[in-house]
């Protein structure tokens, strides 16, 4: 199989032709960047490319296999080209965390644990990826960088703040990918591109060598074409460090090795009220759709979280704006208007008020716990809707206008409030032309529960991540 085929499939297939020598680690970067170059340009999924230093490491994986040193256990990525949210810290580029103030900012030293332990089981990175300005957004349509596009319709959004991390992986360009997620940013974009995406459980990997958002919040993750994809990016991840005083102290976990492994006797339950009432029918008809699949007959509500929701908006307002307070007292035109009106509004918040909120979190985790205690897996649409229009200032659910930025994370937010593990699934056929996710969500450290749900579903048919072929609006 030629590299540019191999690059369409899954990185356990590239790893394996790769350990095999029926590929080479040098053919499958060469084939990712002439896919950027042939296809980036109207994607806009990246803000960097790094061949050089992809082709010498490429080359360098190369000897090393060809030498006989190189096992499936230490190489359980060789040469699969990946890249990263440009929030991550690449060794020679600057950290820009989608902004103009970071630019003047000088290279990074260093990678970010995360991209070293990738390049560890032998991925190779192809560059640094578009996002929301500091992560502030759901949509990816960045006025410093350009809007990146949805892969499966150009005039639509990616969804946000990874959105050039979703797109580059649906597009083809590479097979898997690192984003963030403070409020959903992975699943948004995961859902509206029609990708897998993996929030793990907070603290689970550490975060230093990243732009910070909001600290109590901010979590790191995958993106893939597959369930066993994610797991085997999620696996080469693990591991405590720590420089990031959030990351626990906790072993490695492997999910790979037991993914099909099967899920009878998983209790699974639908989420109702909050996440119904603001799904519309391509939403709820891709829950229905895994939930028929999961045999999941039995609903659920969370408690107060129209509340919980609200609480997570003050907090990241609260922290986000602390964080910039001395650049929005300086230079607050060089942000983007939106992030930095967001931003000027948290910093003046009360602090009885985030207090409060904090409360809630404790509160609304304990309540949520009492319900996994009674089942293992809960359901919910990822997005109240499929990608809308670039540029769209409000999306519709049941007759509701809804502001666009900040509704695409409607969903998503309750659940990362209270840092559980969740992975996004794409559903395709409850809309005409596009994709939906689902949320798949489980107890704490429970991210072999949601992997094997995903990969059953995945295997059974019922969720898929094709290629997209790029075309224009349709």
């Known amino acids: 199989m030629r590299a540019g085929e191999l690059l369409a499939g899954s990185a356990g297939m590239i790893a394996a032709a790769v350990r095999s020598g029926a590929a080479s680690a040098s053919s499958m970067v060469e084939a990712s960047l002439a896919r950027i170059a042939a296809i980036d340009p109207a994607l806009n999924a990246f803000t960097d490319i790094v061949g050089e230093r992809a082709s010498a490491r490429a080359g360098a994986l190369d000897k090393r296999l060809a030498d006989g040193d190189g096992t499936s256990d230490a190489l359980p990525l060789a040469g699969v080209p990946f890249a990263v949210k440009n929030l991550f810290d690449v060794a020679g580029l600057t950290t820009r965390a989608g902004a103009k103030i970071e630019r003047e900012k000088v290279p990074a030293t260093f990678d970010a644990p995360l991209v070293a332990r990738l390049e560890r089981a032998g991925a190779i990175l192809v560059g640094a990826l578009n996002m929301d300005e500091y992560a502030y957004g759901f949509t990816t349509e960045n006025s410093h960088d350009g809007p990146t596009r949805n892969p499966h319709d150009l005039a639509r959004v990616a969804g946000g703040s990874s959105g050039g991390s979703a797109a580059a992986v649906a597009a ?156 929005l007292r300086a230079r607050a035109g060089d942000f983007e208007p939106l992030s930095r009106d967001r931003f000027l509004a948290g910093a003046l918040l009360p602090a009885a008020w985030i207090v409060q909120a904090q409360r809630l979190r404790r509160w609304f985790a304990l309540r949520v716990a009492e319900i996994l205690r009674e089942v293992d897996v809960l359901i919910a649409p990822a997005t109240p809707c499929v990608a809308p229009t670039i540029g769209s200032e409000s999306i519709e659910v049941h007759g509701r206008r809804l502001p666009t930025r900040p509704s695409l994370g409607l969903l998503t937010q309750p659940i990362s409030f209270i840092g559980l593990p969740v992975c996004a699934v794409p559903v395709w056929g409850c809309h005409a032309t596009m994709p939906i996710g689902v949320q798949i969500v489980a107890a704490p450290w429970r991210e072999d529960v949601v992997l094997r749900v995903a990969h059953h579903l995945q295997h059974a048919g019922v969720v898929h991540a094709p290629v997209a072929r790029l075309t224009a609006s349709r």
């Open 172 to 327: 083809g360009e590479v097979p898997i990918s690192l984003g963030s997620d403070t409020n959903g940013s992975i699943r948004v974009p995961a859902s509206l591109c029609g990708v897998f995406g993996l929030k793990p459980t907070y603290g689970r990997l550490p975060r230093n060598g990243t732009y910070p958002f909001v600290a109590s919040l901010d979590h790191l993750g995958p993106f893939a074409r597959s369930a066993h994809d994610l797991a085997l990016v999620y696996d080469a991840l693990q591991g405590a460090d720590r420089a990031d005083p959030a990351c626990v102290d906790r072993g490695i976990e492997a999910t790979a090795a037991t993914i099909d492994a099967p899920i009878d006797g998983l209790r699974v339950a639908v989420l109702r009220g909050w996440f119904r009432d603001l799904a519309d029918g391509s939403a709820r008809a891709a829950v229905d759709c895994v939930a028929t699949a999961l045999r999941a007959h039995r609903e659920v509500e969370l408690p107060e979280v129209e509340r919980a929701r609200a609480a997570a908006f003050l907090i990241t307002n609260a922290e986000g704006g602390s964080l910039h307070l001395a650049d």
